[in-house]
């Protein structure tokens, strides 16, 4: 199957979601390159980057899951296709 990379942008406002987070990426793992988190501390939020190469719609599957956990937002971004 045809694999994607894209880069999956996470703002957490909700600590109380962090544990469902790690848990769905945990789920993900073998489509997770790496990730990065920072946190902002004087806005009280959590920004977290994560690398992934993975059929889109496993990509889509994962993004939507966790834009729906409470207090949290995602967004991804997909890397543009070889035309070879």
């Known amino acids: 199957m045809e694999t994607r990379v894209a880069v999956l ?3 957490v406002r909700d600590p109380a979601s962090v544990a469902a987070l790690n848990a769905l990426l945990h789920q993900y793992e073998d489509c997770v390159l790496g990730r990065m988190g920072i946190p ?3 806005r009280g939020i959590r920004l977290i980057s994560v ?7 496993r990509i ?3 993004s939507g ?3 729906r956990l ?3 937002t995602a967004k991804t971004v997909y ?3 070889d035309k070879v």
Not at 51 to 57: K, S, T
């Open 79 to 81: 890397a543009p296709e």
């Open 9 to 11: 942008a996470v703002i």
């Open 51 to 57: 690398a992934l190469d993975a059929p889109a719609d």
């Open 70 to 72: 409470p207090g949290v």
């Open 60 to 62: 889509s599957a994962l």
């Open 40 to 42: 902002c501390r004087e």
């Open 65 to 67: 899951k966790i834009g």
